[in-house]
């Protein structure tokens, strides 16, 4: 008796998690998913089925049941934390930030990694409620950092944007213009402004938003446009500069997990309140978020224009935001949330992994065609490494001139990637998991790039003994006078040679073995950074 009772408890289980898959499956094709490495796919399992199986805290039996076992983001209700995507590794001091390992680990965890999903999500409040379906609702995380409308009216007839020249304009609403069908929460709006800025949060742009007594979409003649289509509105940093405009592309990245959907069936509408032109030299990477030209608002410039479903992302600059000028807690590496947009990256623009010879390592040194910070002996440098014979040498120039989805193939494929301090280094971001970032000189910018390695998980190294560089002069920034960043230097080829082969060792520790069919053997990384 006791036997068929297991055996028919055995049975309800595969019954039930049967269903959870089909589930599953069925939620998948509904979100269009698109494309997706099938590591990822795991994932993305549990996040979408909480979105079926919860209510505020409240999860289904089979959803607990699932939770055991599924692998997950780490930021879903019930993932269990040895089912983590990836969890930080913090084996060195913490500097006075924490007193306890734990406390250290959990700080990187819910500061740079898949735990501030949780905290942006947690932070939800609702500041204007629908009383029906059709209503319209606007609900955002605190200071307005990210922002979700439904049924949204924005009239643009008196915007001006033809004629303006400035790209954050907080004047293009009055009142009227901008809001929805709710009943909206006013003093909680108005107490929403500790973090305004440009960059920081949507407060500004939405401050104005009243509740109107008709229903946007739905009564369909006070629009002169309706856009269906899910909208991610984005205010942009620099687009020709590496560094500040992936801000922008990892924080929409982090916007599309708060928001539960990674659809490349969106419009992404650049917030440029001017008619300017915005230089973008990095356009390629629009395509792992949308299938469909990046819009600006000035599109929709004289027009009454009703959203169905607007998103605002995470803006770039955010106070305590991924990456730009964050305070990073020290002795600690390794953001899972990182690393997944990386993959995210590569996977969706298609980016070839070359295989690799495992006695050989494939070195890459960025070149700068500046007027300052160049290696003033950078040819000397190539032709050191060349001598050895195991060392595959390659010297770039990431310009304008050579297409991004080249650039990113040869990083993807650098074990060791070199650069002075600039720009250029954000390329670690897409270099293999055990690869090698050599800032080789910092120019007395410390944190800049090592936070980014970092936080990428890839070994960062840099020159370690000044008195083995030479400085061409003391700098000439235009108004600061003597500055290290304006300037250039020639490097000692023994020393840089000694700082390469700690890289190699890195690398060959880390990198996977090769199985007899040439196949990778996956393998964790050992050494710390």
Known sequence: MARQKQTLKHLFRLVASI??????????????????????????????????????????????????????????????KKNYYSYPICPEDSRGWEHTKEKQVDKFWRSADFGMIREFRDEFTQLCKSNHKDDSTLTCNQ????????????????????????????????????GGHCQLDSQRLKSSDKQKGE????????????????????????????????????????????????????????????????????????????????????????????????????DYDNKRVC????????????????????PLIPGCYNSGLMKAFSEHIVHRLNVTSKPYDPNRYRITLLSRSTKYRRILNQDKLIGALKTIWNYDVTLVDYTYQMPFEKQLEITHNSDIFIGMHGSGLTHMLFQPHWGVAFEIYNCEDEGCYYDLARLRGVKYLTWEKKRYLDQEDEGHHPTLGAHAKFTNYAFNIVEFLRLIEKGVKHVAANRPKLDVDNSRSDASVKTEL
């Not at 959203?307 to 964050?326: C, S, W």
């Open 199 to 298: 960059l920081q949060s949507w407060y500004s742009e939405l401050r104005p938003f009243t509740s109107l007594k008709f229903k946007p979409v739905i009564d369909r003649h006070h629009c002169d446009i309706v856009v269906d289509r899910p909208t991610y509105f984005m205010k942009l940093d620099a687009g020709i500069n590496m560094f500040h405009h992936f801000c922008d592309f990892v924080n929409l990245y982090v916007t599309q997990h708060v928001n539960g959907s990674f659809s490349t069936d969106i419009n992404i509408v650049m917030w440029d309140t001017s008619h300017m032109h915005y230089g973008d030299f990095f356009t390629l990477t629009w395509k792992a978020f949308s299938r469909h030209p990046v819009k600006r608002l000035s």
């Open 19 to 80: 269903v959870l898959l089909h589930t599953i499956m069925v939620v998948h094709a509904d979100d269009q998913m698109d494309r997706y490495s099938d590591l990822h796919q795991r994932y993305f399992e549990m996040s979408h089925l909480e979105r079926n199986e919860c209510t505020g805290n409240t999860c289904s039996s089979k959803y607990k049941q699932l939770s055991k076992k599924q692998p997950c983001w780490g930021y879903e209700k019930h993932c269990r």
């Open 307 to 326: 959203f169905k479903d607007a998103i605002f992302t995470l803006p770039p600059r955010m106070f305590y935001g991924l990456y730009y000028n964050m």
């Open 143 to 178: 200071h307005m950092r990210y922002c979700r409308a439904t049924n949204l009216y924005m009239n643009l007839k008196n915007s001006r944007m033809a004629d303006s020249r400035e790209r954050f304009r907080t004047d293009v609403f009055k009142e009227g213009e901008l």
